[in-house]
């Protein structure tokens, strides 16, 4: 399955941001898009790893994990019509 990430900007003091979009797609299968937080070591966040060291128990866990929402090609038009008014709007049109 092919993704892009969005990872943080750094925030003004300098640490990296803890949350990040994921975005995920596969012809035949859909796009799906969540926003996941970083859940290894706080105020460390790493954009590359995708799992944690397993646990004292075995489990291993995603690094970033959110809840993911699986979009059909009419649910994602809309969301990018959505999105180009919400940037006009915030910070003017591409001329």
């Known amino acids: 399955m092919a993704r892009h ?3 943080p900007t750094p925030n003004a003091d300098g640490t990296a941001g803890e949350q990040r979009l994921e975005l995920h797609w596969q012809r035949g299968l859909g796009v799906q898009l969540a926003a996941t937080a970083w859940k290894g070591e706080p105020g460390r966040p790493d954009p590359v790893v995708e ?3 397993p ?3 075995g489990e ?3 690094a970033w994990d959110g809840p ?3 979009l059909n090609r009419d ?3 809309h969301l990018i019509k959505q999105l180009r008014i ?3 709007q915030a910070f003017g049109r591409d001329e």
């Open 86 to 88: 919400a940037r006009d």
């Open 5 to 7: 990430n969005i990872n």
């Open 51 to 53: 799992y944690l060291a």
């Open 75 to 77: 649910q994602l038009n």
């Open 60 to 62: 291993t866990y995603r």
């Open 55 to 57: 646990n004292e128990a």
């Open 68 to 70: 993911f929402v699986d």
